[in-house]
Every structure is written in structure tokens, then in C-alpha cells.
């Protein structure tokens, strides 16, 4: 199975600054990656897959980058309600494969 | 609006048996493959089970396959997940969720605790 490794899993930010996250696959997975983001009374949202591609009704604040094994997820200029907790999950293979999540708490 | 709804969870004794449905609507749902997904209490996200559209292609993870069936019935905008044998470890929220290879929807959840 591809392991993904999402760094760090936490992180304190306040709103308008930038933030990134990391997603580390143990091989290749191309560009299928994705990533979600996770609040609670809401359902779980898609805000990227294959690596850059933005979800209709993602704000452009969101962006993703990176191939192969190495892949970014990164949000400029916070708003109040971008502070949750990220996931990235690769769509290459079967079984796919989520990252532990990144939780992104107010500073 | 896209709606999926997830029923059938609840608490149940090691070995036993549950069946989950997920009832869609707001899209046509016999057009997409379906997947089920779990999050274990404080734990992150274990993708469980695929369908496709026409139930042709179905796949399981290895923690589940042998226990669990994903099924689907187009004509109701309903989706199964059937599991046997249960064991403590598949104490979770299961989710439905849309998508082939991303998941562009996810239901709500429900939760099932396995324990005596």
C-alpha cells in the first residue's frame, strides 16, 4: 500500500497569513493526489485532486502543487473558516490512502 | 442539492453483523462510483470498500475483505455496506462518499461500535 505522510499535525496560524502543508507518498503516485478539508457539524469537503486541480466552489486562496511523491497544499491570506483539519489521500491505486491530517488552529 | 445519507450503525457484539445504507439524491446516482470510508475515534481516515457505477468493478481493503459486501441498488439511490464478523477495531464513524478517485461529496456519517 502507498503510505502518505502529512507534516506537521498541528499548526497555529493566525488570519491573512499563509500557510503549507505537507503530503510525502512512499512512491510515485503521478499527480493523483487530493485534499480535503474536515470541520465539525459539516460534511467532509474536496478542495483539490490531482495535485493542483481546485474543486468547483474552492476559494482561490487554496492552491496544490507537486508530483510524484512530494506534494504541497497551501493557503494564502487565512480566513476564520479555514481553520480545520487537512487531509491529503492519493487516488493512483487501490487501496487509496489517506494522510494522518494537519489540524489548523487559531493563534 | 447533493444529499447522501448514511443509516443502520449502532452498538453490536464482537461477531455479529450490521448492514449500513447510504440513501442518495440530488444527483443521478446510478452514473458514479460509490465508496465507503471510516474514521476510527481520534483516528484519521481508512478508505474501506469501492462500487462502481454499474457494480461491475468492486474493491475492498484488506482489513475488511472476506467481511464486508458493498452493494447498490440504482433504482432505490441506495448503497450497502454489509459486514459480518464484526471486530472492536472496526469501531467507527462510516462514511459514503462519491467519487472514483477523489471524493467530491461525503455524507454525514454513522457511527458503529462493536463491543460486548
Known amino acids: 500500500d502507498v503510505q502518505m505522510t502529512q507534516s506537521p499535525s498541528y499548526l497555529a496560524a493566525s488570519p491573512g497569513e499563509s500557510v503549507s502543508i505537507s503530503c510525502k507518498a512512499s512512491k510515485s503516485i503521478n499527480t493523483y493526489l487530493a485534499w480535503y478539508q474536515e470541520k465539525p457539524g459539516k460534511t467532509n469537503k474536496l478542495l483539490i485532486y490531482s495535485g493542483s486541480t481546485l474543486q468547483s466552489g474552492t476559494p482561490s486562496r487554496f492552491s496544490g502543487s507537486g508530483s510524484g511523491t512530494d506534494f504541497t497544499l497551501t493557503i494564502r491570506s487565512l480566513e476564520p473558516e479555514d481553520f480545520a483539519v487537512y487531509y491529503c489521500q492519493q487516488h493512483n491505486e487501490y487501496p487509496h490512502t489517506f494522510g494522518a491530517g494537519t489540524k489548523l488552529e487559531l493563534k | 442539492e447533493v444529499q447522501l445519507v448514511e443509516s443502520g450503525g449502532g452498538l453490536v457484539q464482537p461477531g455479529r453483523s450490521l448492514k449500513l445504507s447510504c440513501v442518495a439524491s440530488?444527483?443521478?446516482?446510478?452514473?458514479?462510483?460509490m465508496n465507503w470510508i471510516r474514521q476510527a475515534p481520534g483516528k484519521g481516515l481508512e478508505w474501506v470498500a469501492y462500487i462502481s457505477s454499474g457494480s461491475s468493478y468492486i474493491y475492498y481493503a484488506e482489513t475488511v475483505k472476506g467481511r464486508f459486501t458493498i452493494s447498490r441498488d440504482n433504482a432505490k439511490n441506495t448503497l450497502y455496506l454489509q459486514m459480518t464478523s464484526l471486530r472492536s477495531e472496526d469501531t467507527a464513524l462510516y462514511y459514503c462518499?462519491?467519487?472514483?478517485?477523489?471524493?467530491?461529496?461525503w455524507g454525514q456519517g454513522v457511527m458503529v461500535t462493536v463491543s460486548s
Open positions: 462518499a462519491i467519487g472514483s478517485s477523489s471524493y467530491f461529496y
Open positions: 440530488g444527483f443521478t446516482f446510478s452514473n458514479y462510483g
